[in-house]
């Protein structure tokens, strides 16, 4: 089973940056497409990010786009959030997720559907101030 720990979540203030990284251990993700996810207070998680198994495909969320990037390193089994011009809105507590593999590798392409993905991290927390 894979385990997935989130980290580098805080308090900024709107207009600041800030980078996630998602640590995988148990199983290697570098075959596993992955995923960033939110859940704000009273509203349900909503997907954020993904990126296929090989990180040559990405896609984002409306809300985010142009602002965050998605990104892994399959070497070191782990995946990267980076937020730029952080809003109010954004504040969440954010979850890293992985997809386990049971798709030849030519496919090759990010999940954007929640019920797809198979584990989950514990969350971090990004608080964004106006």
């Known amino acids: 089973q894979v385990h997935l720990v989130e980290s580098g979540g805080g308090l900024v203030q709107a207009g600041d940056s800030l980078g996630l990284s998602c640590g995988a251990s148990g199983r290697t993700i570098s075959n596993y497409a992955m995923g960033w996810f939110r859940q704000a207070p009273a509203k349900e998680r909503e997907f954020v990010a993904a990126?296929?198994?090989?990180?040559?495909?990405?896609a984002y969320a409306d809300s985010v786009k142009g602002r965050f990037t998605i990104s892994r390193d399959n070497v070191e089994d782990t995946v990267f959030l980076q937020m730029n011009n952080l809003k109010p809105e954004d504040t969440a507590v954010y979850y890293c997720?992985?997809?386990?593999?049971?798709?030849?590798?030519?496919?090759?392409?990010?999940?954007?559907?929640?019920?797809?993905?198979?584990?989950w991290g514990q969350g971090t927390q990004v608080t964004v101030s106006s």
């Open positions: 997720s992985a997809e386990a593999r049971t798709k030849p590798l030519y496919s090759d392409y990010p999940v954007l559907t929640e019920f797809e993905y198979d584990y």
């Open positions: 990126i296929s198994w090989s990180g040559g495909k990405t």
